[in-house]
């Protein structure tokens, strides 16, 4: 079975660890220039608690551009997983199968699962009744799901699929 769900306090190191990843990254792949790297994820989000994973989002205007990505990124500790489900996205990961570090989604920027991410990481950091709400389901799932982690995300996925609805209708006048 994979590493046990572990959900950690709020560290405020996660930033700088995030601008060091950030420069890492577009040092590795200065030749190839992704249009824009975000912090994404819970350890993006100010007084959250998270799993101990850094979630960083790079940006490019199509997807075969990140092929080229893959020897880059390999010498800076990244592997390439290949994720048949996610044909809109393209993944690398820093540390061991099931126990990574850090998690590099790369997708077409501008596009709705771009767009999406930083809705839900930006409606959390404005609105502490729902960060709050994510923070309790967190810690109830990490117990009910110990030791799934596939587990744990599906069951996170409605909750997060409300916020993003509730975003995109701030977003719109809604």
Request: positive net charge; hydrophobic residues 35%; aromatic residues 10%.
């Amino acid at each position: 079975m994979g590493k046990t769900v572990k959900i950690e306090d709020y560290n405020p190191d996660w930033v700088s660890v995030f601008q060091q990843e950030k420069a890492r990254i577009t040092e590795v792949l200065k030749n190839y220039s992704p249009l824009c790297v975000e912090h994404i994820g819970s350890t993006s989000v100010k007084g959250l608690g998270a799993k101990p994973i850094l979630d960083i989002m790079a940006g490019v205007r199509h997807l075969d551009e990140a092929d080229p990505f893959i020897e880059p990124l390999k010498s800076i500790g990244y592997e390439f997983v290949q994720h048949q489900e996610f044909p809109e996205r393209r993944f690398f990961r820093k540390g061991q199968w099931r126990a990574g570090t850090h998690h590099l989604h790369i997708y077409r920027f501008g596009s709705e699962q771009w767009n999406d991410q930083l809705l839900f990481r930006d409606y959390l950091r404005t609105h502490p009744d729902v960060r709050k709400q994510y923070q309790q389901l967190k810690l109830s799932l990490a117990q009910k799901h110990r030791a799934d982690i596939v587990g744990y995300t599906e069951a996170k996925a409605p909750f997060i699929q409300n916020v993003i609805e509730s975003a995109k209708n701030e977003v719109n006048g809604g």
